[in-house]
């Protein structure tokens, strides 16, 4: 998630933050598709279709505002929302599906909030060296 908020950051301000946040959902829908071949499926309920469309509806909202604020503000002020994703993600699945995250999926999300932590006080810190340079 730092990479690609990093990336997001260099994208020219020509570009406008909706073909990001399409590119970005068809980046999803792709690897998404791919790994759901690996799936048992079970038949889908027309409820089930209705919270999948307004979880979509969401989640393509909220990375939009997260594209823009990425691209608008300083990562660190932006970055710490991006993880509240996370957050949000267990807290819906408690809700909606009644699942936990286990052991391995809590070591797995301290190890991206870690390394994406890292990365963005790193990058914050060589640019306020760069900056400091610059002025002298």
């Known amino acids: 998630q730092a990479r690609r908020d990093l990336i997001t950051k260099s994208v020219s301000a020509d570009v406008p933050s ?14 998404a598709g791919a790994w759901s071949a690996t799936e048992i499926w079970a038949p ?18 909220g990375i939009h505002l997260l594209i823009v604020g990425v ?17 949000w993600a267990m807290i819906s699945g408690y809700l909606v599906w009644d699942e936990l995250p286990d052991g391995w999926a809590l070591m797995g ?8 932590i890292y990365t963005i006080r790193r990058e914050a810190r060589l640019g306020r060296a760069s900056g400091a340079k610059g002025e002298e």
């Open 18 to 31: 909706i073909m990001i946040t399409l590119a970005s959902s068809i980046a999803v829908l792709i690897f």
């Open 71 to 87: 691209r608008t503000g300083e990562l660190s002020v932006v970055a710490p929302f991006r993880y509240l994703l996370v957050v």
């Open 109 to 116: 999300i301290a190890l991206v909030v870690g390394s994406g």
């Open 44 to 61: 889908i309920t027309a409820g089930s279709v209705a919270v999948l469309c307004l979880s979509a509806a969401f989640l393509s909202a």
